[in-house]
């Protein structure tokens, strides 16, 4: 359990006091993410009502480009409080 508290006051300094990785990746969804969910929607088993859900969203940059770019149902996750409803 040590190991995931580390992880998650790692990541709520991150938010406190970004320093490289926040600065890299700014409010664009990631690539992968971005490809998977439009090839996703593309395919024909693709529902209006399809929910996603970002495990480990952080401040949602994919959960955003998920909801408002490919029109999916959108649920994000983080333990960081700090990152939550940072969007």
């Known amino acids: 359990m040590g190991q995931l508290v580390d992880q998650?006051?790692?990541w709520n300094n991150q938010?406190?006091?970004p320093?490289?990785?926040l600065k890299v990746h700014g409010d664009e969804?990631?690539?992968p993410a971005a490809q998977f969910?439009?090839?996703f929607r593309s395919r024909v088993y693709y529902a209006v009502d399809t929910?996603?859900?970002d495990a480990g969203c952080g401040a949602g940059r994919?959960?955003?480009y998920a909801a408002c770019e490919e029109g999916?149902?959108?649920v994000g996750y983080d333990f960081s409080k700090a990152m939550i409803g940072t969007r």
């Open 29 to 31: 969804p990631t690539t």
């Open 15 to 17: 938010f406190r006091k």
């Open 37 to 39: 969910l439009h090839k």
């Open 72 to 74: 999916f149902l959108t």
């Open 62 to 64: 994919n959960s955003y």
């Open 8 to 10: 998650k006051e790692l």
């Open 51 to 53: 929910f996603v859900l």
């Open 19 to 21: 320093t490289m990785l």
